[in-house]
């Protein structure tokens, strides 16, 4: 197992073994829990990566899942439209509801995972970008999202 180097919030350097392949957020993570337990060092678990079926199933789940949640999508759309808002909005709601069904019936603890992770950081940036400018290029918004 590969060792990795960390710096705390503290300022001192961790060295971390994880197995090859460990996500920097589950380095992060086991790192962040020694420093608030103050304990022994801390190994990071080995993520149990899914085989070719269980990864192939994801990708059905999803485009399966995907269609309702963007049938959902495309119906809001009936939301700015007077009136129309008052149909068009429960019936993407239970679109949506629909997909998330699925995913979290169907897909793997793994693959769920990431998505809550994808979500998290898809949160995040949304949050910060009200901190670049209304008036601002579409290529300088690009840039701002690509690197937050």
Known sequence: MPDYVV????????EVNAPQGSSQTSIIRQVQSYIDANAAPV????????????????????????????????????SSVPYLNVVADPIAQ?????????????????QQQQNDELGARIQEAASQLDQISEDAPLSEKAKFVYDT
Request: charged fraction near 30%.
């Open 94 to 110: 239970g679109l949506f509801d629909i997909g998330e069904y699925g995913d979290e019936a169907l897909l793997s603890d793994f």
């Open 43 to 78: 190994e990071v678990e080995e993520e149990e990566s899914p085989g070719f079926l269980r990864r192939t199933g994801d990708v059905a789940t999803s485009v399966v899942t995907g269609i309702p949640k963007a049938l959902g999508a495309l119906t809001s759309l009936g």
């Open 7 to 14: 710096t705390g919030p503290d300022g001192k350097e961790y």
